[in-house]
């Protein structure tokens, strides 16, 4: 299907690739559709030649090796992207005067102006009206051939009783970004992707946690190293479920979200946040369309996906009593199935495990404690978190301090916080006893304990 040129270090080599691949189509469109209308007796296809093997369109094609057609298909959906007027002109040969060619399909979006290909437009420039070549187009795209299955290409939905190729063409956005770009940018949290992507500049030795909880962590570490080997290489996926769900409990600050994005920027996976009290929804039906978008989003990509809060949904329920209930406990249902579902590691997270109903419970993996640091704990963080610009004067004794204060990491680091901004705000650069235990007091007050 494609040849390879000989490298010509005076062009960029990505656009030269994609205006070739742009060209190829509208030869093999132009050809066909001459054959159609009886203008040309035949037609062959020229292969399809590349000036280099390093574009993304190049690598597209050696990781899935598409078929000639397959190949048609992902073009015809990816050339409007490029060339917003390419349908127009090479349709209009064709047309009669101020006339349609309704046979070649296509659709008008709603700011697009230049023609959209549907599953028609497919069908006809593949071979027009031949019904084996109808079949085979049809087959290209269904549901269960790979290119739907993969979610690279498929058919838009069409109204009850219209042809199911009257539907737009569809290629995977993110596809399109990687093809024309190079890159594929992380998306950002909206209302059709409700989850935050969390980073980190701290490192495992930022992290503070029992030995017992590191323990499990470390499992967890081993689980996202070498599940490719034990499900794949050793055939155990078989017989082992896909997937691992692991269940964070602890009281705030605890550093939860923190191990959660640390084991992604261990293991060089995206850790996205998702806020289980803001996708949850009053309407009903709206909260399983919420967490569709995300898991459909995610699909693939083996992100690390993180839900917090998880009680807004998993909490302990009564039995039915009414309306609200009865689809409370479907929405319980749908993100327990997309969540088995998934391949990658989903981390559900609460501040109190008696919150969350033991038949959920049963469901993970490993069930992780993150409990209050204790004073040697404590410690280590109060000795690492204030940085060298700062004097800390000799009538602070970080023993005593951790042992006197019951506080977690992150009230720790806000201590911290308040009183660095304190000493640059007087410009004194220094930490005494007297500002220290003002500042705790303060995070005591903010959480509402009586010291």
């Not at 697009?112 to 031949?130: C, K, S, V």
């Amino acid at each position: 299907m494609r040849k390879t040129k000989k490298p010509q270090p005076t062009i960029d080599h990505h656009a030269e690739n994609l205006r070739l691949a742009c060209n190829w189509l509208e030869h093999l469109a132009a050809g066909y559709l001459s054959v159609h209308f009886r203008r040309a007796a035949s037609f062959k296809p020229r292969s399809l030649q590349f000036c280099s093997e390093g574009s993304p369109l190049e690598r597209l094609i050696k990781l899935h090796n598409p078929t000639l057609e397959e190949f048609v298909l992902i073009m015809l959906a990816l050339v409007p992207h490029l060339d917003p007027g390419f349908y127009d002109r090479i349709a209009a040969p064709f047309l009669p005067e101020k006339g349609e060619l309704p046979e070649f399909g296509g659709v008008k979006g709603s700011s697009h102006r230049g023609i959209l290909p549907t599953g028609q437009t497919a069908q006809f420039i593949l071979g027009g009206f031949e019904l084996s070549t109808s079949l085979k187009v049809q087959r290209l795209l269904g549901s269960e051939h790979w290119l739907a299955r993969r979610g690279i290409l498929w058919l838009d939905p069409v109204p009850a009783g219209e042809p199911a190729l009257s539907g737009r063409l569809c290629l995977d956005q993110e596809l399109v970004e990687l093809i024309t770009v190079g890159t594929v940018s992380r998306p950002r949290f909206s209302m059709e992707f409700p989850a935050q992507y969390l980073e980190t500049e701290m490192t495992r030795e930022d992290l503070v946690l029992p030995p017992t909880t590191l323990q499990q962590i470390r499992e967890i570490e081993n689980w996202i190293t070498h599940n490719d080997t034990l499900m794949n290489a050793w055939g155990m996926k078989r017989k082992l479920t896909r997937g691992y769900r692991a269940l964070f409990h602890g009281p705030p600050g605890t550093g939860k979200t923190l191990t959660a994005t640390l084991l992604g920027k261990q293991t060089g996976k995206d850790v996205f946040r998702i806020d289980l009290s803001r996708v949850v929804s009053k309407y009903i039906g709206e909260t399983e369309k919420n967490l569709s978008r995300l898991f459909e989003k995610a699909e693939n990509k083996n992100w690390i996906l993180f839900f917090d809060e998880a009680d807004a949904l998993f909490g302990k329920r009564t039995d039915i009593r009414d309306a609200h209930d009865k689809y409370a406990n479907q929405e319980v249902s749908y993100l327990l199935q997309r969540i088995e579902e998934y391949t990658g590691l989903v981390i559900l997270a609460t501040n109190r495990k008696s919150n969350i109903d033991e038949a959920f419970a049963r469901r993970f993996q490993t069930i992780v404690h993150f409990p209050m640091p204790r004073p040697e704990e404590r410690y280590r963080i109060w000795t690492s978190a204030f940085p060298a610009q700062i004097k800390i004067a000799a009538d602070i004794d970080w023993r005593h301090v951790a042992a006197r204060f019951e506080l977690p990491g992150a009230g720790i680091m806000n201590v911290t916080h308040y009183c660095a901004l304190q000493a640059l705000a007087d410009e004194t650069l220094s930490l005494d006893m007297k500002r220290l235990e003002a500042a705790i007091l303060r995070e005591y007050v903010k959480d509402g304990k009586v010291v």
